[in-house]
């Protein structure tokens, strides 16, 4: 069985930075691609980034410049560096993976919170 947990979250003020980690338990190397999600209250979850086996990242419009995500395979963690954080970006992130090539993310790691607020 697949777990992935999250930790890192926390209350920053805006302009302040978090790093989110996920810890897997097998090697990222046995997915094809790992991501972040996030859903804010009230709103429907959406992809902040996503990461593939053959090295490709990409990432939401909301985000880019200011949001970057990477692997240790050593660690079989995957991490969020959050810079610039606007109240916007508010919500419970979710680390997921996927065993297959294309389609829907299906591991999903408990959530972590993040809160932007003065």
């Known amino acids: 069985q697949v777990q992935l947990v999250e930790s890192g979250g926390g209350l920053v003020q805006p302009g302040g930075s978090l790093r989110l980690s996920c810890t897997v338990s097998r090697s990222v190397f046995t997915f094809n691609a790992m991501g972040w999600y996030r859903q804010a209250p009230g709103k429907e979850r959406e992809l902040v980034a996503r990461?593939?086996?053959?090295?490709?990242?990409n990432y939401a419009d909301s985000v880019k410049g200011r949001f970057t995500c990477s692997k240790d395979n050593a660690k079989n963690t995957v991490y969020l560096q959050m810079n610039d954080l606007k109240p916007e970006d508010t919500a419970v992130y979710y680390c997921?993976?996927?065993?297959?090539?294309?389609?829907?993310?299906?591991?999903w790691g408990q959530g972590t919170q993040v809160t932007v607020s003065s």
């Open positions: 990461s593939t086996s053959g090295g490709d990242t």
């Open positions: 997921a993976a996927r065993s297959a090539a294309y389609g829907s993310f299906t591991y």
